[in-house]
Protein backbone atom coordinates (compact mmCIF):
# COMPACT_ATOMS: atom_id res chain seq x y z
CA UNK A 1 0.00 0.00 0.00
CA UNK A 2 1.47 3.62 -0.62
CA UNK A 3 1.69 5.96 2.04
CA UNK A 4 -1.65 7.77 2.61
CA UNK A 5 -1.85 11.42 1.48
CA UNK A 6 -4.08 14.57 2.85
CA UNK A 7 -4.98 12.68 6.49
CA UNK A 8 -4.30 15.75 8.34
CA UNK A 9 -8.05 16.80 6.14
CA UNK A 10 -9.37 13.99 7.73
CA UNK A 11 -11.66 13.52 10.86
CA UNK A 12 -9.40 13.79 14.29
CA UNK A 13 -11.28 11.58 16.51
CA UNK A 14 -8.65 11.79 19.75
CA UNK A 15 -5.10 11.91 20.87
CA UNK A 16 -3.27 10.07 23.67
CA UNK A 17 0.26 10.63 25.20
CA UNK A 18 2.67 7.68 26.40
CA UNK A 19 -0.16 4.56 26.04
CA UNK A 20 2.74 1.85 26.13
CA UNK A 21 1.94 -2.22 25.28
CA UNK A 22 4.32 -3.59 27.74
CA UNK A 23 4.02 -3.75 31.15
CA UNK A 24 6.28 -2.40 33.89
CA UNK A 25 8.68 0.68 33.90
CA UNK A 26 8.22 2.57 30.39
CA UNK A 27 11.74 2.82 29.32
CA UNK A 28 11.27 5.09 25.87
CA UNK A 29 10.53 8.68 26.23
CA UNK A 30 6.53 9.36 26.07
CA UNK A 31 5.06 9.44 22.15
CA UNK A 32 1.72 12.04 21.45
CA UNK A 33 -0.58 9.99 19.04
CA UNK A 34 -3.37 11.59 17.15
CA UNK A 35 -5.42 9.78 14.82
CA UNK A 36 -7.51 10.65 12.03
CA UNK A 37 -10.02 8.89 10.21
CA UNK A 38 -11.52 9.34 6.45
CA UNK A 39 -14.51 11.47 6.16
CA UNK A 40 -17.01 8.67 4.68
CA UNK A 41 -16.06 6.48 7.19
CA UNK A 42 -16.70 9.13 10.15
CA UNK A 43 -20.06 9.42 8.88
CA UNK A 44 -21.15 6.20 8.12
CA UNK A 45 -19.95 5.36 11.82
CA UNK A 46 -21.47 8.29 13.22
CA UNK A 47 -24.69 6.90 11.61
CA UNK A 48 -24.75 3.20 12.05
CA UNK A 49 -22.15 2.48 15.08
CA UNK A 50 -20.15 0.09 12.49
CA UNK A 51 -17.00 0.68 10.34
CA UNK A 52 -17.69 0.26 6.57
CA UNK A 53 -15.55 -1.55 4.40
CA UNK A 54 -12.29 0.49 2.75
CA UNK A 55 -12.27 2.68 6.06
CA UNK A 56 -9.08 4.05 7.23
CA UNK A 57 -7.50 5.68 10.04
CA UNK A 58 -4.23 6.94 10.62
CA UNK A 59 -2.26 7.05 13.87
CA UNK A 60 0.36 10.53 13.93
CA UNK A 61 2.92 9.98 16.11
CA UNK A 62 5.57 12.80 17.87
CA UNK A 63 7.89 12.94 20.14
CA UNK A 64 7.36 14.38 23.77
CA UNK A 65 8.47 17.77 23.71
CA UNK A 66 8.96 20.16 27.12
CA UNK A 67 10.43 23.34 28.34
CA UNK A 68 10.05 25.60 25.52
CA UNK A 69 9.57 29.60 26.54
CA UNK A 70 7.27 30.70 28.14
CA UNK A 71 6.10 26.51 28.61
CA UNK A 72 7.90 25.83 32.74
CA UNK A 73 5.43 22.88 32.54
CA UNK A 74 3.42 20.31 30.38
CA UNK A 75 4.87 18.57 26.58
CA UNK A 76 4.24 19.70 23.40
CA UNK A 77 4.07 17.34 19.94
CA UNK A 78 7.79 17.97 19.19
CA UNK A 79 9.64 15.71 16.43
CA UNK A 80 7.24 13.72 14.16
CA UNK A 81 7.76 10.27 14.15
CA UNK A 82 5.71 8.96 11.10
CA UNK A 83 2.37 7.18 10.87
CA UNK A 84 0.62 3.64 11.74
CA UNK A 85 -2.41 2.97 9.19
CA UNK A 86 -5.50 0.37 10.07
CA UNK A 87 -7.42 -0.18 6.47
CA UNK A 88 -10.68 -2.87 7.12
CA UNK A 89 -10.58 -4.85 4.27
CA UNK A 90 -13.24 -7.36 3.51
CA UNK A 91 -11.27 -8.95 0.98
CA UNK A 92 -8.20 -10.24 3.05
CA UNK A 93 -8.37 -13.27 3.52
CA UNK A 94 -8.43 -14.30 7.08
CA UNK A 95 -8.56 -11.04 9.09
CA UNK A 96 -11.01 -7.98 7.97
CA UNK A 97 -8.48 -5.57 9.01
CA UNK A 98 -4.97 -5.13 7.66
CA UNK A 99 -1.64 -2.85 9.80
CA UNK A 100 0.91 -0.93 8.40
CA UNK A 101 3.59 1.13 9.56
CA UNK A 102 4.80 4.07 7.15
CA UNK A 103 8.66 4.79 8.99
CA UNK A 104 11.72 2.65 9.75
CA UNK A 105 14.61 3.80 11.51
CA UNK A 106 13.46 7.32 11.24
CA UNK A 107 12.76 7.72 7.70
CA UNK A 108 9.49 7.56 5.95
CA UNK A 109 8.14 4.73 3.87
CA UNK A 110 6.52 5.49 0.49
CA UNK A 111 4.98 1.87 0.27
CA UNK A 112 4.15 -0.93 3.10
CA UNK A 113 3.04 -4.16 3.29
CA UNK A 114 0.25 -5.54 5.73
CA UNK A 115 1.86 -7.00 9.07
CA UNK A 116 1.03 -10.49 9.74
CA UNK A 117 -1.91 -11.23 11.66
CA UNK A 118 -0.10 -11.89 14.79
CA UNK A 119 2.32 -8.61 14.97
CA UNK A 120 -0.72 -6.20 14.86
CA UNK A 121 -4.50 -7.80 14.39
CA UNK A 122 -4.77 -9.94 17.71
CA UNK A 123 -4.21 -7.25 20.11
CA UNK A 124 -6.96 -4.87 18.86
CA UNK A 125 -9.08 -7.64 18.29
CA UNK A 126 -8.64 -8.41 22.41
CA UNK A 127 -8.62 -5.14 23.63
CA UNK A 128 -10.20 -2.78 20.85
CA UNK A 129 -14.07 -1.93 22.30
CA UNK A 130 -15.44 -1.74 18.45
CA UNK A 131 -14.56 -3.88 15.66
CA UNK A 132 -10.39 -3.66 16.12
CA UNK A 133 -10.24 -0.10 16.83
CA UNK A 134 -9.80 1.72 20.29
CA UNK A 135 -12.97 3.74 20.12
CA UNK A 136 -12.39 3.71 24.06
CA UNK A 137 -9.44 6.40 23.46
CA UNK A 138 -11.30 8.79 20.70
CA UNK A 139 -13.81 10.71 22.08
CA UNK A 140 -15.40 11.60 18.67
CA UNK A 141 -15.72 7.82 18.06
CA UNK A 142 -16.67 7.06 22.07
CA UNK A 143 -19.26 9.85 21.44
CA UNK A 144 -20.72 8.88 17.69
CA UNK A 145 -20.79 13.20 18.04
C1 LIG B 1 -0.33 -5.06 22.38
C2 LIG B 1 -1.37 -4.35 21.69
C3 LIG B 1 -1.14 -3.73 20.32
C4 LIG B 1 -0.41 -4.22 19.26
C5 LIG B 1 0.39 -5.50 19.18
C6 LIG B 1 -0.57 -3.25 18.18
N1 LIG B 1 -1.38 -2.23 18.57
FE1 LIG B 1 -2.05 -0.71 17.40
N2 LIG B 1 -2.99 0.11 18.98
C7 LIG B 1 -2.97 -0.39 20.27
C8 LIG B 1 -3.59 0.57 21.17
C9 LIG B 1 -3.76 0.43 22.68
C10 LIG B 1 -4.01 1.64 20.37
C11 LIG B 1 -4.69 2.91 20.87
C12 LIG B 1 -3.95 4.19 20.60
C13 LIG B 1 -2.52 4.28 21.02
O1 LIG B 1 -1.80 3.30 21.19
O2 LIG B 1 -2.05 5.35 21.19
C14 LIG B 1 -3.63 1.30 19.00
C15 LIG B 1 -3.97 2.07 17.89
C16 LIG B 1 -3.56 1.81 16.61
C17 LIG B 1 -3.99 2.55 15.43
C18 LIG B 1 -5.06 3.61 15.42
C19 LIG B 1 -6.40 3.02 14.95
C20 LIG B 1 -6.99 1.94 15.83
O3 LIG B 1 -7.11 0.81 15.34
O4 LIG B 1 -7.39 2.19 16.99
C21 LIG B 1 -3.27 2.06 14.38
C22 LIG B 1 -3.34 2.53 12.95
C23 LIG B 1 -2.42 1.00 14.89
N3 LIG B 1 -2.65 0.86 16.25
C24 LIG B 1 -1.52 0.28 14.14
C25 LIG B 1 -0.82 -0.82 14.62
C26 LIG B 1 0.17 -1.56 13.84
C27 LIG B 1 0.62 -1.21 12.44
C28 LIG B 1 0.59 -2.60 14.63
C29 LIG B 1 1.59 -3.68 14.31
C30 LIG B 1 2.90 -3.26 13.89
C31 LIG B 1 -0.11 -2.48 15.91
N4 LIG B 1 -0.95 -1.40 15.85
C32 LIG B 1 0.04 -3.36 16.96
C33 LIG B 1 -2.51 -1.61 20.67
C34 LIG B 1 -1.74 -2.46 19.88
Known amino acids: MKIPQGYRDWVFVGSNLGIGYSEGKPTDAKQFKNIYITPEAFR ?3 ATGKFPDKTMLVMEI ?3 ATKAEPAKTGSFEGKYVG ?4 VKDRRAVDEVWAYYTFFSNGK ?3 QAKAFPKAACHDCHAKHGSVDNTFVQFYPRLRDRD
Open 44 to 46: AYK
Open 62 to 64: YEE
Open 83 to 86: IEVA
Open 108 to 110: PLA
